[in-house]
T-cell receptor, first 111, second 117 residues
Framework: QKEVEQDPGPLSVPEGAIVSLNCTYSNSAFQYFMWYRQYSRKGPELLMYTYSSGNKEDGRFTAQVDKSSKYISLFIRDSQPSDSATYLCAIFKAAGNKLTFGGGTRVLVKP | DTGVSQDPRHKITKRGQNVTFRCDPISEHNRLYWYRQTLGQGPEFLTYFQNEAQLEKSRLLSDRFSAERPKGSFSTLEIQRTEQGDSAMYLC???????????????FGPGTRLTVL
């Protein structure tokens, strides 16, 4: 079993819809949670970073963490075709230095 | 552009050849990471430097792989006797983390795509 699981998609939504992405993780030592966006043939780009349970909002993006369920989510409001990309969750242990990534979810926003 | 840069962006080589990739981190970032990403998968950690010291290596990093960061600035990743299974995107990331801080925001470069024929 992978330490971080993520549905690979693709997730196809019409423009303007809410995109809902999630990851589950198995190791309770994970304490810091990140979402990266990766366009085709590019490096991952950091979107959001959080370390506590609850919600964190940044513009159209909301990250949600539920440590009791080991479940993290990313919501994208008013989705645009430019949001079409692969979204990667990444988790960081306090005692270590490497990021552990999920497999990524491919999102397609259709105009 | 002050982001992480990687060179080359693409490399095609024949099986058995050696290849070397370079990463230039964001200026003054003391940590540098190498990851490998295959198609449809998330990046997997390979190794990590704090300044010039290589502090952690993944089991994925076989003895054919070697990484250096000689002056604590740029880094190189060399793969000797390449195999078809080495075909992947090699990503470099850097971060600034003072002292023993537990937080680490990593910024990624565009990657080097390796194809081994």
């Amino acid at each position: 079993q992978k330490e971080v699981e993520q549905d690979p998609g693709p997730l196809s939504v019409p423009e303007g819809a809410i995109v809902s992405l999630n990851c589950t993780y198995s190791n309770s030592a994970f304490q810091y949670f990140m979402w990266y966006r990766q366009y085709s043939r590019k490096g991952p780009e950091l979107l959001m970073y959080t370390y506590s349970s609850g919600n964190k909002e940044d513009g159209r993006f909301t990250a949600q963490v539920d440590k009791s369920s080991k479940y993290i989510s990313l919501f994208i409001r008013d989705s645009q075709p430019s949001d079409s990309a692969t979204y990667l969750c990444a988790i960081f242990k306090a005692a270590g230095n490497k990021l552990t990534f999920g497999g990524g979810t491919r999102v397609l926003v259709k105009p | 552009d002050t982001g992480v840069s990687q060179d080359p962006r693409h490399k095609i080589t024949k099986r058995g050849q050696n290849v070397t990739f370079r990463c230039d981190p964001i200026s003054e970032h003391n940590r540098l990471y190498w990851y490998r990403q295959t198609l449809g998968q998330g990046p997997e950690f390979l190794t990590y430097f704090q300044n010039e010291a290589q502090l952690e290596k993944s089991r994925l990093l076989s003895d054919r792989f070697s990484a250096e960061r000689p002056k604590g600035s740029f880094s190189t990743l060399e793969i000797q006797r390449t195999e078809q299974g080495d075909s992947a995107m090699y990503l470099c990331a850097s971060s600034f983390s003072p002292g023993k801080s537990n937080t680490d925001t990593q910024y990624f470069g565009p990657g080097t795509r390796l194809t081994v024929l």
